[in-house]
Each structure stands twice: as C-alpha cells, then as structure tokens.
Nanobody, 127 residues
Framework: QVQLVESVGGLVQSAGSLRLSCAAS????????GGWFRQAPGKEREFVAS????????DYADAVKGRFTISRDNAKNTVYLHMNSLKPEDTAVYFC????????????????????WGQGTQVTVSS
C-alpha cells in the first residue's frame, strides 16, 4: 500500500494551465501504475488519464486528449497531471490513484482497478 497526497489545485481562468502532482509515500512507487480521475458536482467520478509504472504507456479520456498530459518521476515518487487549455467543464475534484502492476506495461482506466487513492483536490476553471 502507498499513501497518496495530491497538490493543492486552485482557480484558473478558461484557456489557462495548471499542474497537479501526486506524491506517494509508504513504500517505493516503482512498479505501481498511476491514474487520475475527477468528479464534477452532481456527476460520477470519471477517468482522466493513466500511466504505466515506467511512464512508457499512457492513456487519456477523449475529453482531455490533446490538452492534458500525465507523467511521472519515480525518483521523486510522484505522478503529475499537466492540464492545458482548461475549460469550465474541467471543473471538478481531481483524484490520483495507484495500484501495483508487477512492473508490467499495463495502465488502468477503471476505478475498480485501483486500490490506493488520494484525498482529492479541487480544480475550478472560470469562464
């Protein structure tokens, strides 16, 4: 098990950029696949992006493809979500997640596939 802590989100104007980070502690983050999910008010939590343990494989929800980039630095036990061209509909609480992946090239896009979660951080995009 790892403990995950997201960086503070914030308020950003439409078309702006923001970077979220997710720091892992408790054990080495190497070998863990990572993901970002978000939950907007009144909506279910949804997949945003995922990354394999090495960072070599990534996947994105269609809604963020081309605007968001997921990356990681295993030396710092951290996964990042770089968000560009933000839109008001990106407003949500963003959660990072992780799961052991046995050093496979897999990434995971479903909530049920993750067993470690951060507490969430609010991102608000104003129009």
């Amino acid at each position: 098990q790892v403990q995950l802590v997201e960086s503070v989100g914030g308020l950003v104007q439409s078309a702006g950029s923001l970077r979220l980070s997710c720091a892992a502690s408790g054990r080495s983050f190497r070998g863990y696949a990572g993901g970002w999910f978000r939950q907007a008010p009144g909506k279910e939590r949804e997949f945003v992006a995922s990354i394999s343990w090495s960072g070599g494989n990534t996947d994105y929800a269609d809604a963020v493809k081309g605007r968001f980039t997921i990356s990681r630095d295993n030396a710092k036990n951290t996964v990042y979500l770089h968000m560009n061209s933000l839109k008001p509909e990106d407003t949500a609480v963003y959660f990072c997640a992780a799961r052991a992946s046995l050093y496979s090239a897999n990434y995971y896009n479903r909530e049920s596939q993750y067993d470690n979660w951060g507490q969430g951080t609010q991102v608000t995009v104003s129009s």
